[in-house]
């Protein structure tokens, strides 16, 4: 089962899904960003026509992957996906550096999977609305996840297990996605269970073979942020390598920017169904592959798969 923000569904519901996308984002640091920072009902005013012509376009499900201390609003989403006909999926768990609250430098991953385990079981800030992932970041130092980042990658991974909850793992390069797989494959954790997010960020295809060989999903999520002929040419690379059964692709498009006019300049939600996909088939990809990228993969990745007990 998949869990939305209007509550739990089948994945056979999911339809069409961008696995990573973003509504609202407020860049303001050390935790600070409140409720207070931005107008709900102008959000909603601002973006729920993007998500209708996202609907229309034929998407069923959008991944809502900002986090916890940059403008996760649940009511909001919930609000946004009654509104618009579209399965909404929002996260637990903690970005990274320095969009972090003060407390979190001082838990250990146990504290921090407790706060997160609640959130899945019991909904987020009593709103009843739970949590469908768990989203983290990994940055990094010459390609070494820092500690706190280490703590906070620890902490998804007894969530994970407690919860039966994904993660996507913001991670920028090759190295890091190695480091986090020493550490994933020391605490013993399940790699199928875990996202590489913006693996179209490092251009060496042997880190994402060798991720996809250990059991990792590879995210390639920044569709239309650069020409799409490099996008093509790093997905069919991919492809021949065998890799397609692992394969996620979104845009990390979107969103309402807190402190901006109006949300300031939105990427609409669109671009993959309208433009990349028909310069995909023009370059011989077929129906199936599509479908196995957006529908069957997604539904994959996302699926809760807590061990019957
Ligand atoms: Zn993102």
Redesign the pocket.
Known sequence: MIQTVLGEISKEELGIVLP?E?ILVGFIENGKLTKDDYDRDEVIRVMLPYLQELAAAGCGTLVE?TPEFLGRDPQLLAELSRLSGLHIITNTGYYQRPYLAPFVYNMSPEDLADIWIKEALEGIDGSGIKPGFIKIALSNKNGRISPIQQTILKSALLTSNETGLPIQA?TIGGDAIMHALEILTMENFDPSRFIW?HADSEQDLTYHKNAALAGMWIEVDSIGYRPFEEHYEMLKKLIEMGLLNQLLISQ?AGWYNVGAKNGGNIKPFTTIFESFVPFLKEKGISQNIIDQLMIANPAKALDNRKKAI
Do not use: I
């Open positions: 990573h973003h992957c913001h997010v990390d």
